[in-house]
């Protein structure tokens, strides 16, 4: 396990309590440095939607404990943020929760010449995505050759 994701997987444990005893969901915890610049994001959600002084109350208490663990070796920025409409689905209660929804897909490479997928979401495994299109027919996508999946806006 990389450095990055260790700092990741501790962060969600040490903050998982902190946001559901808000009753939120902890979305997703990332680790990543931007122009030179490290970021520890924690992305947070309810129904209806996250608000600003919702973030600022796990922020608050949160970077408390970050002073008091003191885990993460570099300087960096934490923030805690909605993860918006666009979010991907990356974790299995993302993709429990949508589906039978229309979703986009992104492979890293073209397949039958096209790189951009649209259609419903029909099952998921640990290795694999179904979805389903208009015409009733399947396709099946390994998740290794997935970019980006996430739920269709459609606008």
Not at 19 to 28: A, N, P, R
Not at 46 to 64: A, L, M, W
Not at 119 to 138: M, R, W
Request: charged share 35%; proline share 3%.
């Amino acid at each position: 396990m990389s450095r990055r994701e260790q700092y990741e997987q501790q962060t969600e444990e040490l903050l998982e309590p902190i946001v559901t005893g808000h009753g939120f969901e902890l979305v997703d915890v990332e680790y990543v440095k931007e122009a030179g610049t490290w970021y520890l994001r924690a992305y947070i959600d309810k129904p209806g939607g996250i608000t600003v002084d919702d973030c600022e109350v796990v922020s608050r208490q949160f970077s408390d404990i970050l002073d008091e663990k003191d885990y993460i070796e570099d300087a960096y920025i934490f923030e805690v943020s909605s993860p918006g409409l666009g979010r991907p689905l990356k974790k299995e209660k993302d993709f429990k929760r949508s589906m039978g929804e229309e979703v986009e897909i992104r492979t890293y490479r073209a397949i039958d010449r096209q790189k951009e997928f649209t259609g419903i979401l029909k099952a998921y495994d640990n290795d694999t995505v179904t979805i389903a299109y208009e015409d009733d027919t399947e396709q099946i996508f390994n998740k290794s050759d997935i970019a980006l999946i996430r739920l269709a806006l459609d606008f």
